[in-house]
């Protein structure tokens, strides 16, 4: 079989065990390519009928607007149930306080959100777009990753995943989370974009905008990123690799208008997808903490 | 382009690390980013070398210990293939981890240290790959730089194993002649090996093919029933799993189990498309010419080659918690879809996983592997691991703490 049917395969199947082993299950959608793919997968899995899960969007309210256009478009597209979680309302109810200074970011703050989200909806599994080869803690992570009802990640109490039987049994109050894109890497999704003509929002692909030197890396000229005098504001070409919150994620300097130039791209660059992320950059195991914490 | 899927087994001292680290950093898998970050954990060889077994440990408790505690899984692709690694402990109080692995790999590299040659643990990991009957079987002999590299000692290894391979009946065994550490025959063939004549471990696993057992039955557990019910699909009624084995044809006669009503194969989909046959993998939709009575955990399986159904078997386990099997607790067996209730009343006997040994009167405990005997609430749809080894294959769960407690791989009739 070929690679890309293989993957496909495999991820198809892990979506209809979550069907089949949970009550309430949900997507957890972030409007980037990964998500985007689980969606395609997703109608793979289930069409004609609906999906058994609405996508759940955890937004920072700093999201590119690019995102959140495509989003809504997306869910009209193939009518299927989006509920949103704002970080504002956990802001506004006092859950979170908003760091302070020039970085401040709201990426940390959605662990929070998305904690609140899954509660008030009493969702049991929530699926992910997570990749073992985005990042070593990851790469250590089961398909099926249960989660207490803090939301934390143990990984020294993992259980045993052997063949592809997954045991989704948990207690009241746990969740899990769902990776069915695990075993992929970041060529074979952008591979299976190309192959399969999957849309994806506008910037992911080169275009001109104005960008700001932030820490050695360009940062969209937004105004959550408290942009002051000392900045330099520019207007490059650029596209982003992996699509976040706009105070954490970086563009790339590029030409790559179509699939094939970012495919290229990619295979030529020598750093790595989360090397454009500045929430990975803050310690050797930034990542291994947040998702103790309850992170995607 | 396919996906190869393999696990290496061997100890830290073995150079199992160091063997994936040289794989991926001269595939040039490893990234500027990646690499940088290694630096600044300043893990260094005694020469002075960047550690390239930093690679593979991924969580902090490893990187702090400088030992691999977990199943780790990494990527790398060549112009000819898509690799998955599974990177296991090897120590034997890590067998349930090498176990996890093992099960999700088509091949094995089994790390022998040049200078110490056959040992205990080498003939545990070639235990492993026997019980979840891998398809192959490949002997990385390392450190060769160590022995000078010097041929005798290849040749008496090799002959060292054969042995060991006749007696655990592994059918498909090769070796190679490598040193990790210096990157000889990984990816670049050596000129300090020039009596060795064959691939380079690079080389071999970009080619190496397997034998496929199941080409002539098919299973298909059920995992999900797609009912629209809307106005334009009314009576929409399809069937959704993955295929085990091959030969699933369009007017195929077949027997639903464990109900054991007979139907036949109406229509075959995938992604809204019509196909005459399903191959081994696909997850597919399918439709019967009779309307009966499926749902999930069901099996649909050829009817001229049908699938076992019974309420008692003989299986070989292995135990993954610190709690021993317990012959008085109702645990839950898991194959595939499928749940059912199951008792454990007898307890044949448990292998010394080092010599292969049968032990009896004993407890099984954690990374212990033995032959037990099963009683289920229901029928279980199953095959015996030597016709059907991809539907002989089961989980127990601890219906307490849901934890996942053993696998099973059924092996005979009780």
Same mark, same amino acid.
């Given at each position: ?162 063949? /592809? ?49 932030? /820490? ?81 | ?50 550690? *390239?077994?930093? *690679? ?213 989909? *995938? ?144």
């Amino acid at each position: 079989m070929d690679y890309l049917d293989h993957l496909e395969a495999e991820a198809i199947y892990i979506l209809r065990e979550v069907a089949g082993q949970f009550e309430n299950p949900a997507l957890l959608f972030s409007g980037g390519k990964d998500s985007i793919t689980l969606v395609h997968l997703a109608k793979k899995a289930f069409r004609p009928g609906k999906f058994p899960f609405p996508l759940v969007h955890i937004d920072t309210g700093h999201n590119f607007p690019e995102t959140i256009a495509f989003r809504d478009w997306l869910i009209e597209q193939t009518g299927e149930k989006l509920i949103v979680g704002l970080v504002q309302d956990s802001i506004n109810a006092g859950k979170v306080i908003e760091q302070k200074g020039k970085n401040a970011s709201r990426n940390p703050l959605q662990i929070v959100t998305l904690l609140d989200t899954i509660e008030k909806h009493s969702f049991d599994a929530c699926i992910g777009g997570a990749r073992r080869d985005e990042e070593k803690a990851r790469a250590k992570e089961r398909i099926f990753s249960v989660r207490d009802e803090f939301g934390q990640w143990d990984p020294k109490r993992q259980r045993p995943e052997l063949w /592809n039987i997954f045991n989704g049994r948990i207690h009241k109050g746990e969740n899990v989370r769902v990776f069915p894109i695990s075993n992929w890497t970041e060529l074979d999704v952008w591979n299976y974009i190309k192959r399969e003509n999957i849309a994806l929002p506008s910037i992911y692909f080169s275009h001109e905008r104005d960008v700001v030197l932030r /820490n050695g890396q360009w940062m969209a000229a937004a105004d959550c990123l408290n942009i002051d005098a000392e900045d330099r504001v520019e207007h490059r070409s650029v596209r982003f690799r992996t699509v976040g919150d706009m105070t954490c994620t970086a563009a790339v300097s590029s030409q790559a208008v179509e699939l094939d130039d970012i495919i290229a791209e990619i295979k030529a660059s020598t750093v790595s997808e989360r090397g454009a992320r500045m929430d990975d950059k803050v310690s050797e195991a930034a990542m291994e903490e947040r998702k103790k914490q309850g992170y995607f | 382009m396919n996906i190869l899927k393999f696990i290496t087994a061997g100890s830290v001292d073995d150079g199992k690390s160091t063997l994936i680290g040289r794989l991926l950093y001269d595939t040039n898998s490893i990234l500027d980013d990646q690499l940088e970050a290694i630096q600044k954990a300043n893990r260094k060889n005694d020469d002075g070398t960047v550690d *390239l077994a930093i *690679l593979t440990d991924g969580l902090k408790a490893e990187r702090e210990q400088g030992i691999t505690i977990d199943v780790a899984y990494k990527y790398f692709q060549t112009e000819r293939r898509k690799f998955i690694i599974a990177d296991a402990p090897g120590h034997i109080q890590y067998t349930r981890n090498m176990i996890t692995g093992a099960s999700n790999s088509d091949l094995i590299i089994i790390l022998v240290d040049a200078r110490k040659g056959v040992i205990e643990q080498t003939k545990r990991h070639s235990f492993i790959a026997k019980l979840l009957s891998l398809k192959q079987v490949l002997v990385c002999v390392n450190k060769m730089d160590m022995v000078d590299y010097e041929q005798a000692v290849f040749e008496n290894i090799k002959t060292d194993y054969e042995k060991l391979a006749r007696n655990l009946k592994l059918e498909h065994v090769d070796f190679i002649p490598v040193s990790a550490l210096k990157g000889d025959n990984i990816v670049a063939k050596s000129d300090r090996i020039s009596w060795y004549t064959g691939p380079t471990l690079l080389d071999y696993l970009e080619n190496v093919e397997f034998e496929e057992k199941n080409n002539s039955s098919w299973r298909f557990p059920v995992q999900w029933v797609i009912r629209p019910q809307t106005a334009e699909l009314p009576d929409y009624r399809g069937y959704a799993g993955r295929v085990l084995g091959e030969g699933l044809t369009v007017g195929d006669e077949v027997v639903v189990l464990p109900s054991g009503v007979r139907s036949s194969i109406k229509s075959i989909e *995938l992604n809204q498309i019509e196909l005459d046959a399903a191959h081994n993998g696909q997850s597919v939709i399918l439709h019967l010419s009779d309307d009966i009575d499926i749902s999930r955990g069901d099996f649909i399986v050829s009817a001229t080659n049908a699938a076992l159904s019974e309420r008692s078997f003989e299986a070989n386990i292995s135990w993954f918690e610190n709690k021993a099997l317990d012959m008085n607790q109702v645990y839950l067996l898991q194959n595939h879809s499928k749940v059912t209730k199951i008792k454990i009343p007898e307890i044949l006997y448990k292998f010394d996983v080092n010599t292969q040994e049968r032990i009896y009167d004993e407890d099984i405990r954690l990374n212990d592997i033995g032959r037990i005997v099963v009683k289920a609430a229901d029928d279980v749809v199953f095959d015996l691991n030597r016709d059907f080894p991809e539907n002989a294959r089961a989980i127990i769960v601890d219906p307490r703490n849901n934890l996942t407690v053993g696998a099973l791989i059924v092996e005979d009739f009780a």
